[in-house]
């Protein structure tokens, strides 16, 4: 993201000029300069430090990489590609380089490290410097890890998920039911939520999807529709169809639906770390911002799945729906079978065929699969008082028979 905070006082910024070299970095803002360059010098960076860099237009925080040899001259900054459209320069252009102000936030987060509660300022400080771009990925470390290793009460749970839902944009909908489902994951397989959609949107449900790339399985929903159609649409684009088809499956990354979450989402993937707390506050907060009144959750339960016991199950769905009861959001927890993968294919494209199987009612289709998607299709519906309860599953197998 593009920050709007000035360099810091008494700071003179140097221009340089800017060079791209088509570095992709990901999502990270990574700058490559010569290690003897006059900035570098004067400025006394070194390797990994975090710079301020300025066009013309805007401003972003990147780390610095220094380079020896002649691969860059003493006059010029490499921009990586992320870094490069955020500034959104041209070829020929300069950028300034200066010294960021001081990191406040990263005070709270070394108070989480030493055991203290944070309030909903101090999520309010760290989130919304995460969502500048402000943190590296090292810096996201710490926060993800002090998550982790001291397990956020509900006050700190319901201040992260207000200061994740703040941090973007809300999307509205006309007065009912906005339905939504949600996986925990760590199940490869488990692909429902296209089935579900399909289902809920037939009979009538507003149903306007939001879905995650792969974290721990080896494809997330969005990477699987994605095989099928685009998932990277703007809000407009969702609105226009959802009022079209009465539901989508959409990226939601795309958007800026509380937008720290997918930034902790990418390190949270690299660490291998996904602690109850803050998987609390990034799956609500999704849901809130997305304007969902009525959510399902399926939380698989297996000994290689995210959640290994009944006991962790039980603790995880009392958060979910105490969160989600605190900001109006009617939340139900169904806890499935997590002991193997659902389905026959793993990864976007297998799992894209499991999907597609069930919708057409092939009578090869994977069973376990229909028969999941229909059992949290159905319970979605009775939740949002769309069918008579204990008739739910029955209504899904036919409306989805139907075709």
């Excluded at 507003?206 to 990277?232: F, L, N």
Aim: glycine letters at 8%; charged letters at 20%; one cysteine or more.
């Amino acid at each position: 993201m593009t920050t709007t905070q000035p360099a810091s006082e008494g700071a003179a910024p140097h221009s340089i000029r800017a060079r791209r070299l088509g570095i992709d970095t990901q999502y990270e803002a990574v700058v490559f300069m010569h290690k003897e360059c006059q900035v570098c010098r004067s400025e006394g960076f070194t390797a990994q430090a975090r710079v301020l860099l300025r066009s013309r237009s805007a401003q972003i925080i990147a780390t610095l990489y220094q380079v020896s040899g002649d691969l860059i001259a003493h006059d010029e900054a490499v921009l990586s590609e992320p870094a490069w459209k955020r500034l959104e320069l041209t070829e020929g252009e300069s950028v300034t380089v200066s010294h960021p102000k001081p990191l406040d936030s990263l005070s709270h987060v070394r108070s989480s490290i030493y055991g203290k509660p944070l309030g909903e300022s101090a999520f309010h400080a760290i989130i919304g410097d995460i969502v500048d771009g402000q943190y590296s990925d090292i810096h996201l470390s710490s926060f993800l890890t002090a998550c982790a290793a001291r397990p956020l009460d509900q006050n700190e749970v319901l201040a992260l998920t207000h200061a994740m839902v703040e941090a973007g944009d809300r999307m509205t909908w006309p007065a009912g039911v906005i339905a939504d489902k949600h996986s925990v994951g760590g199940l490869p397989g488990n692909r429902t939520t296209p089935i579900v959609v399909a289902i809920v949107a037939a009979c009538g449900v507003v149903m306007p999807k939001t879905s995650s790339r792969a974290i721990t399985s080896p494809a997330g929903t969005a990477d699987t529709m994605e095989t099928m159609a685009p998932v990277q649409l703007e809000t407009a684009e969702i609105r226009r169809v959802v009022e079209s088809e009465g539901g989508c499956v959409v990226w939601g990354g795309a958007v800026n639906l509380s937008p720290a979450d997918d930034i902790l989402i990418r390190v949270e993937r690299a660490i291998d770390l996904d602690s109850e707390g803050q998987m609390i506050a990034s799956i609500l907060s999704k849901k809130i911002a997305a304007g969902s009144t009525h959510l399902i959750i399926d939380l698989p339960v297996g000994p290689t799945a995210k959640v290994r016991s009944a006991e962790a199950a039980e603790a995880l769905a009392a958060g979910l729906s105490s969160v989600g009861d605190s900001f109006g959001l009617k939340t139900r927890v169904l806890t499935t079978d997590g002991s193997q993968p659902v389905g026959r294919g793993i990864g976007p494209a297998l799992e894209a065929r499991d999907v597609l199987a069930v919708l057409k009612c092939d009578v090869n289709a994977p069973a376990d699969l229909r028969q999941k998607a229909i059992a949290l299709a159905g319970a979605l519906l009775e939740l949002g008082n769309a069918v008579p309860q204990n008739q739910g599953e029955a209504v899904a197998a036919k409306t989805l028979d139907s075709g």
